[in-house]
């Protein structure tokens, strides 16, 4: 297809194709002629994946090179592909302090996980234990044990899902997919069970539920 | 204390507290003199607040006031404190297709949950289905019930903590920096237990990892 189909079908601009192209991103298409180029089904599929990596998970062009060269290195095992995907999601700016990480430390040898000390999960979860303390709420004894357990599950929903992708292309592909839409997700269902959950707590559900 | 010092205990320029105050984030101190203004930890805390919901949770001044006015509205039900936090997380700027919604429902109506159609949760998760049909995955047949278990897990934790909190404001306050910050606590602890859960699966975890 010309550069206008591919533009239409996958809802980006010419200017922003040929910027891909130019940054890597994008494998170039083929010259058929003077000022024409043809692509392919290929193309389509790569660029979705490029605004779903950038829109969705909030990567930058550059992150965004990164993890789709992970994808594209045949010879990079699947925990690299991982370790690349969850380090280009944009993190926090302030690093967690040495005691939450000692908690998520803590946390992590309670349920028996191993795991790399630089994992960005431990900055991640450690900076929101800094956020509750700094305004005086050190009172997630009770609830992070039980945030790890859903964790648990959820991760090896994710790792069951790149047992079933197939080809190790499509293994990789579906890690870095679902690494940057999985918190979304997960996010999305949460506040729908609180909703149930306060409701039976708190008040009767009102009629216009279903 | 004086506006230089809550300046500094906060970590909040001496500008951002007028502003606060100018917008009804925060309470105005008391006028003790020509051009002098006292603060109590009361301010301290409310600011420290503030930025959770800016910084962490990336609400927009407007909506951390709302937010914030949800809290201090003692007449109001914690269902709808709830509403409050969920409705001033930034959403997607497009609306889930009505495909995925439906499916979200299946979900919903599997586990028992009762929610309200405006529930945010499900233009999320919602947005994420559609997200993966662009391209071209469909295959979250066996992931989602599983998503769905974890998120029950973790609303049952946040209700639990609500529970714990002691008093309306507290309560009230528990909702909201709950709701801005659990989702970062699960996305952390997920990458690590998809670490883990990698390594277990691809390969023997390496020396360094402890």
Do not use: C
């Not at 630089?118 to 956020?131: F, K, T, Y």
Request: hydrophobic content about 45%; aromatic content about 4%; proline content about 3%.
């Amino acid at each position: 297809m010309r550069i206008s189909e591919l533009s239409e079908r996958a809802g980006v601009s010419a200017a922003s194709i040929k910027y891909y192209t130019r940054e890597n991103l994008l494998p170039v298409g083929e010259r058929t002629g003077y000022n024409q180029t043809e692509y392919g089904e290929g193309h389509l599929a790569r660029l979705r994946l490029i605004r779903i990596l950038i829109d969705a998970g909030g990567l930058s062009v550059a992150a965004a090179q990164r993890v789709l060269a992970a994808i594209d290195d045949d010879g990079l095992g699947l925990p690299s592909v991982f370790e690349a995907a969850q380090h280009a999601i944009p993190q926090r700016d302030a690093p967690a302090s040495a005691r939450a990480r000692a908690r998520i430390a803590e946390v992590v040898a309670q349920r028996g996980w191993m795991v790399h000390g630089d994992n960005p999960g431990i900055e991640l979860a450690g900076g929101v234990l800094d956020a509750y303390s700094a305004i005086g709420r050190d009172d997630l004894a009770t609830t992070l044990p039980r945030y790890a357990e859903a964790a648990e599950i959820v991760a090896a929903a994710d790792l069951d899902a790149l047992d079933a992708s197939g080809s190790r292309a499509a293994m990789a592909e579906t890690v870095v997919v679902g690494t940057v839409l999985g918190d979304s997700l997960l996010a999305g269902l949460r506040r729908i069970a609180q909703q149930h959950q306060t409701y039976q707590r708190y008040n009767a559900p009102r009629s216009e539920q279903s």
